[in-house]
């Protein structure tokens, strides 16, 4: 077979997937069915965990002299009120000011470096699977044909042909509201306030942040020192939309003028986009060698996630079907994707009704619990735990067995900052090649003689370090902490731990590991 992997669809999930797959030494197939990068505007911005595994890919920098703007001050909506994290002096929750149009080409560009293909304008209408190999049937522009691969993703969107195919359930609810988010300038008539407000000639003033009419839902978000400002308006509607089709100026100031009650002028609408929401998972994200990612297995009814839920998606199955290829995988490897990105999908889901809880009610009660909700976010225990459960931050997976001992088992590691003979360096650059890696923080030789076995599939890095109460940390592709050794935990465990560790996860040692 010339590929390896297809990937269905070319946004954000699908360019990452082929970047890790490239770095895992697999040559994947991105078919993508429109045939240039959509001009629609869709997510504004990224956010979340994903930034930090970005920075571990060495990603991060493009992403952020490609931003539109500086890196906006955190205080983020969470279903009609804020979590204000600019208190803080270390905010669990960041964002980038960086469209998705901007994003898909930084990465488009990473897939070029790799090495991977990319072909625009290939629809996938058929695909079939066997014991041994998976087969899409593509129409192109210059005709039909068919290629075959080891395994085949859907990243192919809410629609998805690849989840339809396999015949994955999708369950899940729609609800009626219709959110259109502009960034405008105003004319003369309109004054931008110190305070954020809107001085609207002839109407009168408009808070910032959210005014909630009978109507629906005004959003406002307003500095007297940029002469751009965010509007969001929030209606229930009976009529359906496409998300991908464009939105005019037009529309915006009607849907403004009907949930305002009064016109709002504009002088030029520099984003405008529109979206419905929906809370729906995959019931399964692998079905054989079909494999669903991003938008494809789940849905969520909030801004501000999908992206990062995607991406990160793809940085957790792609080395796990790299080792199923390469032939080292160890039992039932490739189907902990699913168990644990479908609980990683489940908790972001789990916020992401709450904020339908809270923003869809219209009475006294309503109110009344997201007046309640904001009071209890002026704690900083309170709000450091709701910034890291938005950011995706606070997922541990389960880690089975002597591997789950350890409190920071199943977590994302952390930058630490090392000190060792090749002088200071970090976690994070250590990550750019997305190998697997055991770092051994107190000169542990008898920890390193038992990964000695597995030397071909992992880097090991000796280094002290004053952040991380461990010995040694074993550390798998996607940044997650796989195994962990106590300060001073004696060889009789940790020796054993690890290596059952190493087993798990990267497969029997042996002459060609």
């Not at 909506?77 to 669990?92: E, N, R, S």
């Not at 960041?94 to 960086?98: C, D, E, I, R, V």
């Not at 350890?406 to 590691?413: N, S, Y």
């Not at 003979?421 to 190998?435: F, K, P, S, Y």
């Given at each position: 077979?010339?590929?390896?992997?297809?990937i269905?669809?070319?946004?954000?999930?699908?360019?990452?997937?082929?970047?890790?797959?490239?770095?895992?030494?697999?040559?994947?197939?991105?078919?993508?069915?429109?045939?240039?990068?959509?001009?629609?505007?869709?997510?504004?911005?990224?956010?979340?965990?994903?930034?930090?595994?970005?920075?571990?890919?060495?990603?991060?920098?493009?992403?952020?002299?490609?931003?539109?703007?500086?890196?906006?001050?955190?205080?983020f909506?969470?279903?009609?009120?804020?979590?204000?994290?600019?208190?803080?002096?270390?905010?669990?929750l960041?964002?980038?000011?960086?469209p998705?149009?901007?994003?898909?080409?930084?990465?488009?560009?990473?897939?070029?470096?790799?090495?991977?293909?990319?072909?625009?304008?290939?629809?996938?209408?058929?695909?079939?699977?066997?014991?041994?190999?998976?087969t899409?049937?593509?129409?192109?522009?210059?005709?039909?044909?068919?290629?075959t691969?080891?395994?085949?993703?859907?990243?192919?969107?809410?629609?998805?042909?690849?989840?339809?195919?396999?015949?994955?359930?999708?369950?899940?609810t729609?609800?009626?509201e219709?959110?259109?988010?502009?960034?405008?300038?105003?004319?003369?008539?309109?004054?931008?306030l110190?305070?954020?407000?809107l001085?609207?000639?002839?109407?009168?003033?408009?808070?910032?942040?959210?005014?909630?009419?009978?109507?629906?839902?005004?959003?406002?978000?307003?500095s007297?020192?940029?002469?751009?400002?965010?509007?969001?308006?929030?209606?229930?509607?009976?009529?359906?939309?496409?998300?991908?089709?464009?939105?005019?100026?037009?529309?915006?100031?009607?849907?403004?003028?009907?949930?305002?009650?009064?016109?709002l002028?504009?002088?030029?609408?520099?984003?405008?986009s529109?979206?419905?929401?929906?809370?729906?998972?995959?019931?399964?994200?692998?079905?054989?060698?079909?494999?669903?990612?991003?938008?494809?297995?789940?849905l969520?009814?909030?801004?501000?996630?999908?992206?990062?839920?995607?991406?990160?998606?793809?940085?957790?199955?792609?080395?796990?079907?790299?080792?199923?290829?390469?032939?080292?995988?160890?039992?039932?490897?490739?189907?902990?994707?699913?168990?644990?990105?479908?609980?990683?999908?489940?908790?972001?889901?789990?916020?992401?009704?709450?904020?339908?809880?809270?923003?869809?009610?219209?009475?006294?009660?309503?109110?009344?619990?997201?007046?309640?909700?904001?009071?209890?976010?002026?704690?900083?225990?309170?709000?450091?735990?709701?910034?890291?459960?938005?950011?995706?931050?606070?997922i541990?997976?389960?880690?089975?067995?002597?591997?789950?001992?350890?409190?920071?088992?199943?977590?994302?590691?952390p930058?630490?900052?090392?000190?060792?003979?090749?002088?200071?360096?970090?976690?994070?650059?250590?990550?750019?090649?997305?190998?697997p890696?055991?770092?051994?923080?107190?000169?542990?030789?008898d920890?390193?003689?038992?990964a000695?076995?597995?030397?071909?599939?992992?880097?090991?890095?000796?280094?002290?370090?004053?952040?991380?109460?461990?010995?040694?940390?074993?550390?798998?592709?996607?940044?997650?902490?796989?195994?962990?050794?106590?300060?001073?935990?004696?060889?009789?465990?940790?020796?054993?731990?690890?290596?059952?560790?190493?087993?798990?996860?990267?497969?029997?040692?042996?002459?060609?590991?």
């Open positions: 077979m010339e590929y390896d992997v297809i269905v669809g070319a946004g954000p999930t699908g360019l990452m997937l082929a970047c890790e797959l490239r770095l895992a030494g697999l040559h994947p197939l991105v078919l993508e069915r429109c045939p240039r990068r959509r001009d629609t505007p869709k997510a504004g911005g990224l956010g979340g965990q994903i930034l930090e595994l970005l920075r571990y890919r060495g990603l991060l920098e493009r992403c952020e002299a490609a931003c539109t703007g500086p890196r906006p001050a955190p205080r909506p969470f279903g009609g009120v804020h979590l204000d994290l600019t208190q803080l002096a270390d905010p669990p960041h964002a980038l000011p960086l998705q149009q901007q994003l898909e080409r930084l990465l488009e560009d990473r897939v070029g470096e790799l090495g991977a293909d990319i072909r625009r304008g290939h629809q996938v209408v058929a695909v079939v699977q066997d014991e041994t190999a998976v899409a049937e593509v129409l192109s522009p210059d005709g039909p044909y068919r290629v691969a080891r395994y085949l993703v859907g990243c192919d969107g809410a629609r998805s042909r690849v989840r339809d195919a396999a015949g994955i359930a999708f369950p899940g729609t609800y009626p219709v959110n259109r988010l502009a960034q405008v300038t105003f004319p003369d008539t309109v004054t931008v110190d305070n954020g407000d001085d609207v000639g002839g109407f009168g003033t408009v808070p910032g942040g959210f005014t909630r009419t009978d109507r629906g839902l005004l959003g406002v978000g307003a007297s020192d940029s002469p751009v400002v965010s509007l969001y308006t929030t209606e229930d509607e009976t009529g359906e939309y496409d998300d991908d089709s464009p939105m005019s100026t037009a529309e915006f100031q009607d849907s403004v003028r009907r949930v305002l009650g009064a016109e002028p504009v002088a030029e609408a520099i984003r405008l529109r979206f419905t929401f929906k809370a729906r998972q995959a019931e399964q994200y692998r079905s054989g060698r079909i494999l669903l990612a991003g938008d494809a297995a789940h969520f009814p909030a801004t501000g996630v999908a992206i990062n839920a995607g991406m990160l998606d793809a940085v957790n199955l792609a080395w796990k079907v790299a080792a199923d290829i390469h032939g080292w995988a160890p039992d039932g490897l490739l189907d902990t994707y699913h168990d644990e990105r479908h609980f990683a999908g489940a908790r972001t889901m789990l916020h992401t009704r709450a904020q339908v809880a809270l923003r869809r009610g219209t009475d006294p009660a309503a109110d009344a619990l997201r007046e309640v909700f904001q009071e209890l976010l002026t704690d900083e225990q309170a709000l450091r735990r709701m910034g890291a459960f938005v950011a995706g931050s606070d541990r997976y389960p880690m089975a067995g002597s591997s789950g001992r350890h409190p920071w088992a199943g977590a994302f590691v930058d630490l900052t090392l000190h060792g003979d090749r002088g200071v360096t970090g976690v994070g650059e250590l990550l750019h090649t997305a190998r890696l055991l770092l051994d923080l107190a000169d542990r030789e920890l390193r003689r038992v000695a076995d597995w030397r071909i599939r992992i880097d090991v890095h000796t280094a002290k370090t004053d952040d991380f109460p461990a010995d040694a940390v074993l550390i798998r592709p996607d940044a997650h902490i796989a195994w962990a050794a106590a300060v001073e935990e004696p060889h009789d465990t940790a020796a054993p731990a690890l290596h059952e560790a190493l087993g798990r996860w990267f497969g029997t040692p042996g002459p060609n590991a």
